[in-house]
C-alpha cells in the first residue's frame, strides 16, 4: 500500500503546478490520481467491487450509510467527487494527509456558521463539474441498520437547491470466511490498527454499491424543517436499497406463562 501511494501521491504534486497554470486541466489530472490511487487499493486490499442501479452524473451531491474505511476507495473507484468530512478527520495521520491533499472539505458539524462558510467551497467544486459525497450518519456501523441521518449537513443541498442522490454500501465475505461485519465493518470503539490488520488478512472482500434511481428533493416550504425532512427522506430512500452486513438477531421469545399448579390439601 504505501509502494502504491507514495509514487502516485508524488504524481500529483508534480502536476501541481500545471493545474495552476492551467486551470482547466485540475479536474482531469485530480480525477486521474484520485481514480488510480482508489482503484490500486481496492486491489492490494483484496476488494472485488460491484456497482448497481444507474451512477450519478456530475456535479452531485451524494449521501450514503457509512461501513468502514474502505468505502472511501470503493466510491473514490469509480465517481469523481470529492468527500464533505467532518473536521476531525484533518488532524488523523496519513489519512489526514491524504484527506486535505485531494481535496476533501471539512466542515466543523457542531457550529452552525461553519455551514455558511463550507457553501461557498461546496458550489466551487459542484461549478467544476465535480460531486460531493456524504456520509450523514455520521459514524461507521456494524452494517445491521442504516442509522438515522444527522440533518446538519443537509443546509448544504436545501440553500443551494439541490437534489440529493443516494447509495447504500454492502461487504461480504468469502463462505468459510470470518463475516464482513467482523473484517469490514469498523464501528464502536474498535481501536483501527488492529482492525485494519485483521482486514488485511481476508483473502477477499466483496463490495455492492447501490445507487437508488430516485433523487430526493427538499421540500418547496416548511422553513428551519425543511433539511429535518429531505435528510428523513433521503434515508428512506438509502434503506430501500440497503443490504445489512450483519444480520439482525431475531429477538427473543417472550416467557411462556406457566399454569400454576395447586397447593397440596394435605
Known sequence: MAL????????????????????????????????????????????????????????????????????????????????????EVASWPVAGLLARSTGTLFVDRSKKRDLTRILPAVRGVLDRGTGVIIFPEGTTTDGSAVQAFKPSLFEVPVEMGLKVRC???????????????????WYGDAPFAPHFLQFLKQRRTDATVTFSAENVAAPATGGSERRKDLARAAHRAVERTFTPSRPIPPEPEPPTARTALPHSTR
Request: with cysteine.
Open 167 to 185: 447509495a447504500s454500501l454492502h461487504y461480504d465475505s468469502p463462505e468459510g470466511s470470518r463475516p464482513a461485519w467482523e473484517t469490514v465493518c
Open 4 to 87: 502504491l501511494t507514495a509514487p502516485l501521491y508524488a504524481g500529483w504534486l508534480v502536476t501541481r503546478p500545471v493545474a495552476w497554470v492551467v486551470p482547466r486541466s485540475d479536474k482531469g489530472l485530480q480525477r486521474f490520481w484520485v481514480g488510480s490511487w482508489a482503484k490500486g487499493m481496492l486491489r492490494v486490499m483484496g476488494v472485488r467491487a460491484r456497482y448497481q442501479g444507474p451512477f450519478p452524473e456530475a456535479p452531485f451531491f451524494l449521501v450514503s450509510n457509512h461501513l468502514s474505511y474502505v468505502d472511501i476507495p470503493v466510491l473514490l473507484s469509480r465517481l469523481d467527487a470529492r468527500f464533505l468530512a467532518k473536521s
